[in-house]
C-alpha cells in the first residue's frame, strides 16, 4: 500500500499529527515501537484497590531487575507496571556524574496515557525570552502564530480552566473550571492578598468537566472524579491518543497503524536529499522493512527523535539527517522538578471537606521577572500543589491495628497544603544526545547517550523556589513542616525536549517556523524535540497545538508542489 504520510511515533504529538493528516484526506501510517493497548484488558481502571497484590506495589526484586529508572515516576505501581518500559531491555547511557532519569512508555498511545493533563499556554513572553535574554536562538514563531491552533486542539481534546487574563499565561477555550476546596480558595485568599501580583488559580487540565457533542461522538464521556487517570479512563474522560487522536483519525477511514515497529532511521533520495520513508527493525522478530512515503513526520519524543536522525547519517550527511547545523541531539531540557513545600494548615476550615478526588490541582502562574524581580536569574517558574483533609487519626502511629485503625478512619485530622515549583531550564548546547560509540541495544542500534546538567541559572533559582513557597505557605498561617533541598535528576519532570529545534538560521536550528526541516523539506518534527525553549508551564498542549499547525501546512505544501 502507498502512504502519503508516515507519523513516527503515536503519542502526544503523533496522535494529533495522524489526526489532523487524515483529516485532510492524507492515507497515512502510523509506527509505533511498542505493543498495541487493548484499553478492555490493559486499562485497570476498573480494578479495586484491594484487588492488587501488594497493596498495588511492585515487589522490589522486580524493581531493581527491570524497572529501576521508571519506578522513580510517581505515577509507577503494580497497577500501571505494563505502561512503563523495562529499563533491562531498553538501555540508555550517562556519565557516571550526570544522571538522567528518562521515563517511557512504549506501546500505543505511549504516555498521551499516563500523563498529568495539566494543560497551559506558552505566551509572548516565553516566545520572546530567547531573543530578549540571549539564551539559544530565537523562536521563528510567536503567541499570535500558535493561537488558533491553541484554540483548535484545547476544543477537540478538552480542557476546562478558568479566566485570568494573565499576559504569562494566556485563556483558551475551556470547559468549566473544577472548583477549589474551602481550604485552597483560603490559601488562594492569603496569598492573594500578601502577594497582590500572584495568583492562585485551579489548574487547566484535559479532562472532561462536561461533554460535549464532539466529545460524545468519539465515545468520550464525562470526568468521574476517581483520579486514577494513570491507569487509562475506561469514561474516556481524559485526552490520550486512544481516547480522541486515534478514533478520530480513524474515523476518515486513512490510517493505517503499524506496532512493534522500531524506527531505525529515515531514508533519502541522494539527488533530491527528500525523505522517501523509514526503515523499520519489527521488534518480535528483529526482521527489517521500509515503508515509503511522500512526507514524514518525527514524533518519536525528543531523545529517540534526535537518536533516529542521528542514525540516518549517510554519505551525504556524515553527522545525521538534517543535521548541517550540528544541533541535533543538542540543546536538551527538562523542567526543574520536586521542588516541593508541604505545610499543616492549623487554621483551615473545620467544618469542610470536599467530594470525589479532583482529577487537577491548584496551580500558581509564573512570577518571577514578571510582576516581581528574579535574583540573579533570568526566566522564572511556576506552583502546582493543592490541599487536602488528613483523615484518620494516628494512622501513621505504629501498631495502629484493626477496630483502632477502623475507628481512626471516621476522624478527621487537620489540612494539609503543598506546592511545588516547576522551574525553566536555558537551552544549552552542551546537554545533547549522542550514539553511544561502542554499546548496542538487542535490536543492534547504538543506545542512546545522554548528557544533561542543570547549569547556574537552574540552580540560582532553588532557594527563591523554596522561599517564595514557604512564605505562600506562611501567608495562609500554615506550618512548613517538609521542603526539598533540591531539583530531582533531569528527566524526572518527563518535559523532555529541545532536541531538535526551531529557528530562523538553518545554521543554527533544525527547522523551520513550520516545523519542517531546513534541509530536508518533506521531513517534520512536532514532538519535544521541536522547542525552542521551555517555558515552565507543562508543555504537552504546545506540542499538540504545534503538530496540528504543521500538519495544516504539509498538506498544503504537498498540493503546491512544494515538497
Not at 547511557?93 to 532519569?101: L, N, Q, V, Y
Request: hydrophobic share 35%; with cysteine; net charge neutral.
Amino acid at each position: 500500500m502507498a502512504f502519503d504520510a508516515i507519523v513516527i511515533g503515536s503519542g502526544m504529538s503523533g496522535g494529533i499529527a495522524a489526526k489532523e493528516l487524515c483529516e485532510r484526506g492524507l492515507k497515512v501510517l502510523m509506527l509505533e515501537r511498542g505493543y498495541d493497548i487493548d484499553p478492555a484488558k490493559d486499562y485497570t481502571d476498573m480494578t479495586m484497590p484491594w484487588e492488587f497484590p501488594n497493596n498495588n506495589r511492585v515487589p522490589e526484586e522486580e524493581v531493581a531487575r527491570d524497572y529501576y529508572v521508571q519506578s522513580q515516576c510517581y505515577a509507577f505501581n503494580h497497577a500501571t507496571k505494563h505502561m512503563w518500559v523495562k529499563d533491562s531491555d531498553h538501555p540508555y547511557s550517562t556519565p557516571a556524574d550526570k544522571p538522567f532519569t528518562w521515563i517511557r512508555g512504549y506501546h500505543t498511545g505511549g504516555r498521551s496515557i499516563m500523563w498529568g493533563r495539566q494543560s497551559y499556554r506558552l505566551s509572548d513572553i516565553d516566545f520572546e525570552a530567547n531573543a530578549k535574554d540571549g539564551y539559544g536562538v530565537d523562536w521563528p514563531i510567536r503567541y499570535a502564530d500558535l493561537a488558533p491552533w491553541y484554540d483548535h486542539i484545547e476544543d477537540f481534546i478538552g480542557v476546562a480552566g478558568s479566566y485570568e487574563n494573565l499576559p504569562q499565561l494566556p485563556d483558551g477555550k475551556f470547559l468549566k473550571a473544577w472548583e477549589m476546596n474551602d481550604a485552597e480558595k483560603m490559601l488562594k485568599s492569603a496569598v492573594e492578598s500578601k502577594f497582590p501580583t500572584r495568583k492562585v488559580i485551579i489548574g487547566r487540565n484535559a479532562n472532561l468537566s462536561e461533554a460535549k457533542p464532539h466529545h460524545e461522538e468519539l465515545g468520550r464521556g464525562p470526568c468521574q472524579n476517581r483520579s486514577i487517570c494513570e491507569r487509562g479512563c475506561s469514561f474516556g474522560a481524559m485526552h490520550s491518543t486512544l481516547t480522541s487522536s486515534l478514533p478520530a483519525a480513524r474515523k476518515t477511514g486513512n490510517l493505517t497503524l503499524i506496532t512493534n515497529a522500531i524506527v531505525h532511521s529515515v531514508v533519502t533520495d541522494p539527488k533530491t536529499g527528500k525523505a522517501t520513508g523509514v526503515r523499520v527493525i519489527d521488534a518480535v522478530t528483529k526482521v527489517g522493512k521500509t515503508y515509503e512515503a511522500k512526507i514524514v513526520f518525527l514524533n518519536a519524543s525528543s531523545i529517540n527523535s534526535a537518536t533516529i536522525l542521528l542514525n540516518s547519517a549517510n554519505d551525504a550527511n556524515p553527522r545525521g539527517l538534517a543535521n548541517g547545523s550540528d544541533q541535533v541531539g543538542r540543546n536538551l531540557m527538562d523542567h526543574m522538578y520536586a521542588l516541593s513545600t508541604a505545610g499543616i494548615l492549623p487554621n483551615g476550615p473545620k467544618d469542610s471537606y470536599y467530594k470525589g478526588r479532583r482529577p487537577t490541582g491548584i496551580y500558581i502562574p509564573r512570577f518571577r521577572n514578571v510582576t516581581e524581580p528574579g535574583e540573579g536569574y533570568v526566566r522564572g517558574y511556576g506552583y502546582q500543589g493543592g490541599a487536602m483533609r488528613m483523615t484518620g487519626k494516628g494512622l501513621n502511629q505504629p501498631g495502629t491495628i484493626g477496630a483502632e485503625y477502623k475507628e481512626g478512619m471516621h476522624k478527621f485530622g487537620p489540612w494539609m497544603a503543598f506546592i511545588s515549583g516547576f522551574g525553566e531550564m536555558l537551552p544549552n548546547p552542551e546537554n545533547r544526545v549522542t550514539l553511544n560509540a561502542t554499546r548496542k541495544d538487542k535490536w543492534g542500534m547504538a543506545i542512546p547517550h545522554i548528557d544533561c546538567a542543570m547549569g547556574p541559572n537552574e540552580h540560582a533559582m532553588v532557594k527563591h523556589i523554596m522561599d517564595d513557597g514557604k512564605a505562600m505557605i506562611e501567608a495562609a498561617g500554615g506550618v512548613v513542616v517538609s521542603q526539598a533541598t533540591e531539583p530531582g535528576t533531569p528527566g524526572l519532570g518527563i518535559h523532555e525536549m529541545g532536541t531538535v529545534r526551531m529557528g530562523k538560521d538553518p545554521k543554527t536550528s533544525v527547522l523551520n517556523k513550520y516545523n519542517q526541516a531546513h534541509e530536508v523539506p518533506n521531513l517534520f518534527c512536532t514532538d519535544g524535540g521541536a522547542m525552542a525553549s521551555s517555558g515552565c508551564q507543562n508543555p504537552s498542549l504546545t506540542y499538540m497545538a504545534l503538530s496540528a499547525r504543521a500538519a495544516h501546512h504539509a498538506v498544503e505544501f504537498l498540493k503546491e508542489g512544494k515538497i
